[in-house]
Structure formats: structure tokens, C-alpha cells
């Protein structure tokens, strides 16, 4: 029997709603970039407003109470500000530069906080945001036969940079409208759909699998599926395959860990394993090796900014870093310091500080949604989303991405709100 249509009933479930299927619209006119900080601070400012409503409504009506995990994310994003603001000192970069970037901190790193934050508190429920990214994932399909066709019939990969550049950025491909892109040295096609490249289309790929595998209609859960995978291996990302492989089975295997045939289950895989660890480090090995030389010089220039980066950070900058990203060498072929590598990024631009600061919540956040999940299916989805986001932390800078993936902070936030009451004295129902 079908699953009845899933409307949004609350303002934000509204926004949410309409912002996610409205992804291709805001591609065209080159406004994605734009509407993730907005959307994040808009539904902040109404997280706001509903804790200051609370004490005049009725206890059932109030929002729960705030998780550690989401008290960590809000006082660790701000500590990336006042860590930006020392460092830009430190640096003597100056008052313009400090103003510049303290406005990125705003489009970038506290949105890391405020959308789990307006997720824990607003009345959103997950079923909403999976069936939005199923009903993409139907646009999507209608659009994909245009970009597969674009490069075979003359069509220019770069269409045109939207004017709404104006407002600014990292740079022109966050307002860039590109069908397609040529592989250096094989000259063959490559696609990144909305995203500013193609390795971060593959990262909102599987964020939408995992929502899509949630959804209940088989009709949506096949598009919204479908639609991500074909994102995935047009985007010909190799971690978006890695994590396709590793992320769901072990969210999902976790979440298992109360029932008994996952324990007598993993008993003789784990003997097992231990019979076959020489050959399996060298399958590991193997593995890696063909993984870097899928694209060797992207995986050279990528290993020469880790090394460039701690090397400067050890040295010259170990507690507040050097305030902003600077641009490499030949060696690099340019590439800025402090990009393609999260963790590399926050040593060399924040420091020590600026680890820590992340490095914090994301912990109470891994046991928050590990422990929610053995007994509320969002807490799977959580622990799946929290993966996703430490493996691509190896490479790319989440912060950059975060208007993108801002779905998956909304159901971290979501599953903290239930955390709160599944600890407290609401109970709810399990998976």
C-alpha cells in the first residue's frame, strides 16, 4: 500500500522543503551559494525565537532541552571566530582581511553549528527532508540526459558565471553554471552538477542516498536512490564510492548492536579477520595503491599540501595558525594551503585551537547519534551522515561544503532533539 503524501506543516519544514527542491533553481540563477547561509541563519533565528517562547507554552508544546552535543557545536563554531580573530592578529593581516573573512566564518563554519541547532529545537521531522531529496532526485533525472549529451553534440561546459557572484566567495565556481568539465591529460567528460566540483557532487550524492534509503514509498525510495547513484559515478568520485561501500553497513551495523545475532554474527568474522590480517593488510595495501593512482597527480599535489601545511603549521603557527589559506608553490600547481584536507586546513589556517574545536563536537556527536540509534531509526541516519562527514574531512574542507550538505546537519540536530528526550522523561518509540 503506498505511504500517504508527507507534507510539511511547520514554517520550517516549509522552508526546508522547498529549499531542497528548489536545488536546481537555485544552481541555475547561480543562488545555491547564497541561500545555504541564509537558509541556516533564517532557521537559527526562528530556533532562537522558539526558545524564547517556550516558558509561555505548554510543557508537551515546548521544545526538548538542548543535547551537550548541540551546547559543543554552537561553543565550538564560536571558538572558530575568535580563533579566526586572534590569528588575523597574530598575522598582523589587518582589519579588512579579519572583516573578510569573520563573513566566510559566517557562510562556512557556523553553519556547522546552526543547523544542527535549528534541527535539535524546531518541530522538523526527518520524513520531510527525505522525501524533498526523493523529489529532486525525480528533477534530477530529467536533467541528467542533458549532461551526458553536452559534451558530445558542442555544447560549452562552462555556460556563465551567475552576476550574483557579486555578493562573493572562495571564488567563480561557487556561482558557476557548468554542464561539464574535461579530465587533464584524458580529455574525457566529467560532471559536478550544483556542486563547485566534481568530488564534492559526489559527497552530496551519498548524503542523498542515505536519505533516500529512508524513505518509505518504494516509488520515491527507487528515484531518490537512482538519482544518487547516478550523481556518484558521473561525478567519478573515488571516496564517494569508498564511502558508498563503508558508510551505510556501518551506521546500520551499529545500530544492531543490542540484538544477539549481530554479536555471534561478528564473533568468527572477527577470528577470521584475525587468521587473515597478512593478506588482508596486503589486499589494504593493494587497495590504496590503486586508489591514488586512479589520478596520480591529483593525489601528489593533494599529499604535498598535507605535508606543506604541517610543516608551516609545526613550525611557524602550532597554536592559532596563519589566519588564512595562502597560495603553494609550482609543486602544487598553486593550489591555496590549507585546502583539499580539513583537518590539514585547521592546523595551518586556526591552529591547534582550530582542530580542537571541531575535533570536540564531532565526538560527542559520534556518541550522541551512536547511542540514539539503537532505538530511533534518525540516530542510524545520524551516525551515517557524522561518517560521511569525517571521511570526506580527509578530503575536502567541510566548512566550504556545508551550504550543500546542510541536510545532513539538520538530521544530526534532529537526532539530538531526540537524544534529549529518549535520556529524558519522554520516551520514544524504538527503530
Not at 562552462?158 to 565556481?173: D, T
Amino acid at each position: 500500500m503506498a505511504t500517504p503524501a508527507i507534507a510539511p506543516a511547520s514554517p520550517a519544514e516549509k522552508l526546508i522543503s522547498w529549499a531542497i527542491q528548489s536545488t536546481w533553481l537555485l544552481w541555475i540563477v547561480g543562488g545555491l551559494y547564497i541561500a545555504g547561509p541564509v537558509l541556516g541563519w533564517g532557521l537559527a533565528t526562528l530556533a532562537f525565537i522558539a526558545i524564547y517562547v517556550a516558558p509561555n507554552l505548554a510543557p508537551a508544546d515546548r521544545p526538548p532541552p538542548l543535547h551537550p552535543a548541540i551546547h559543543l557545536w554552537l561553543l565550538g563554531m564560536l571558538a572558530m571566530l575568535v580563533i579566526l580573530i586572534i590569528g588575523h592578529f597574530q598575522n598582523d593581516l589587518g582589519i579588512p582581511k579579519t572583516i573578510k573573512s569573520s563573513i566566510g566564518w559566517a557562510k562556512g563554519w557556523a553553519l556547522m553549528a546552526l543547523f544542527p541547532f535549528a534541527g535539535a529545537i524546531l518541530a522538523i521531522r526527518p520524513e520531510v527532508i527525505y522525501r524533498a531529496i526523493c523529489r529532486l532526485g525525480l528533477q534530477t533525472l530529467l536533467f541528467i540526459p542533458l549532461f551526458l549529451v553536452a559534451p558530445f553534440i558542442g555544447l560549452p561546459g562552462l555556460l556563465y558565471v551567475s552576476p550574483l557572484k557579486i555578493v562573493g566567495g572562495s571564488g567563480p565556481e561557487y556561482f558557476a553554471v557548468i554542464l561539464y568539465t574535461l579530465e587533464p591529460g584524458a580529455g574525457t567528460p566529467r560532471w559536478q552538477f550544483f556542486a563547485p566540483w566534481s568530488p564534492a557532487a559526489g559527497m552530496i550524492a551519498v548524503v542523498h542516498i542515505l536519505c533516500a534509503i529512508e524513505e518509505k514509498d518504494r516509488k520515491w525510495k527507487a528515484i531518490g536512490i537512482l538519482a544518487g547513484l547516478l550523481l556518484a559515478l558521473l561525478s567519478q568520485s573515488r571516496l564517494a564510492l569508498v564511502a558508498l561501500a563503508i558508510v551505510w553497513p556501518t551506521a546500520y551495523g551499529v545500530s544492531r548492536l543490542r540484538e544477539a545475532w549481530v554479536w555471534f554474527a561478528v564473533a568468527p568474522a572477527v577470528l577470521g579477520l584475525g587468521m587473515l590480517a597478512p593478506q588482508l593488510h596486503a589486499l589494504a595495501d593493494h587497495a590504496v595503491y590503486k586508489f591514488t593512482s586512479a589520478r596520480a597527480d591529483s593525489s601528489r599535489v593533494r599529499a604535498a599540501l598535507g605535508r606543506i601545511a604541517t610543516d608551516r603549521w609545526r613550525n611557524e603557527a602550532p597554536w592559532f595558525g596563519h589566519g588564512i589559506v595562502e597560495r603553494g608553490p609550482h609543486l602544487v600547481e598553486y593550489m591555496p594551503i590549507g585546502s583539499h584536507h580539513t583537518w590539514f586546513g585547521l592546523l595551518f589556517v586556526k591552529g591547534l585551537t582550530g582542530a580542537v574545536a571541531l575535533v570536540v563536537p564531532m565526538i560527542a556527536s559520534f556518541w550522541m547519534a551512536a547511542r540514539l540509534s539503537l532505538c530511533d531509526p534518525v540516530g542510524r541516519v545520524a551516525l551515517a551522515m557524522l561518517l560521511l562527514l569525517t571521511l570526506y574531512s580527509f578530503g575536502e574542507n567541510l566548512e566550504i561544503l556545508a551550504y550543500l550538505y546542510w541536510p545532513a546537519l539538520i538530521l544530526v540536530g534532529i537526532a539530538a532533539g531526540r537524544a534529549s528526550q529518549a535520556y529524558g522523561s519522554r520516551p520514544i518509540n524504538p527503530a
